[in-house]
């Protein structure tokens, strides 16, 4: 004769391992993901660093001067002027960063096209220092 409590006591105990190997089974699933973003990681990281033996053995200096003797007739390569050289104050103003122009507008706040070919004129008076003056 079973109980009505032997009844109740077997279907949490059945409900209760449901449960268990539900949970066991997801975190079964997640150890599986995280070894597969490990493996992933791995992958990633043993490919940065192939990718930087790669450049290291691209740039060496004297390959990069074989390369120079090699190809310099075709590339024609001259070192750099010092008057090519520019210090980041002597660069013009990002176009974010220029002020709007003030005078010559109309009564609509819209310039004129006399505004337009006075800045362009203006522009073609910046010192970059990339070339001697």
């Known amino acids: 004769m079973l109980r009505t409590l032997d ?16 949970i066991k089974h997801q975190a079964e699933n997640k150890l599986e993901q995280v070894r597969r973003l490990d493996a992933a990681i791995k992958l990633e990281e043993d ?20 390369l120079v003797g ?40 819209k310039g004129t096209k006399d505004d337009g070919i006075a800045a362009v004129i203006n522009a073609d008076n910046i010192a970059t220092g990339s070339v001697a003056r």
């Open 70 to 109: 090699a190809f310099a007739a075709d590339l024609q390569l001259v070192p750099t002027p010092s008057t090519q050289l520019a210090r980041p104050e002597e660069l013009p103003m990002l176009k974010a960063d220029v002020p709007p122009p003030e005078e010559g507008k109309d009564k609509k706040g």
């Open 47 to 66: 490919t940065i660093d192939l990718l930087k033996a790669d450049w290291a053995l691209l740039t060496q200096p004297n390959r990069l001067e074989r």
């Open 7 to 22: 009844i109740v006591l077997i279907v949490i105990m059945t409900g209760a391992a449901t449960v268990t190997y539900t």
